[in-house]
Nanobody, 123 residues
């Protein structure tokens, strides 16, 4: 079973930056696609970005507008999500999730999930 642990959340001022980390259990990292999702209070879970750890290909949601960057360190079994120019609307619990081989569009297509990390953007 794949286990994922997110970290890096916290309170950030508008305009600030944050780097989220998703540590993945050993053994299958190079066969995975790791997605980042977020869920704001009272809203559904939405896809933010995804990376295929085998070839480094990435996808982003349209609303990202160049502010988010996903990357992977295969030596550390870790995927990162760099978020810049944070806005109050980015306040949400951010989750990472794993699927096998290729990035998927919808949350139900991911088999394994972390517990989430809270990002709050407020002055």
């Amino acid at each position: 079973e794949v286990q994922l642990v997110e970290s890096g959340g916290g309170l950030v001022q508008p305009g600030g930056s944050r780097r989220l980390s998703c540590a993945v259990s050993e053994g299958t990292f190079d066969d995975l696609a790791i997605g980042w999702f977020r869920q704001a209070p009272g809203k559904g879970r939405e896809r933010v970005s995804c990376i295929s750890t085998s070839d480094g290909s990435t996808t982003y949601a349209d609303f990202v507008k160049g502010r988010f960057t996903i990357s992977a360190d295969n030596a550390k079994n870790t995927v990162y999500l760099q978020i810049n120019s944070l806005e109050p609307e980015d306040t949400a619990v951010y989750y990472c999730a794993a699927a096998f081989y290729v990035c998927r569009q919808d949350s139900y297509e991911y088999d394994y999930w972390g517990q989430g990390t809270q990002v709050t953007v407020s002055s």
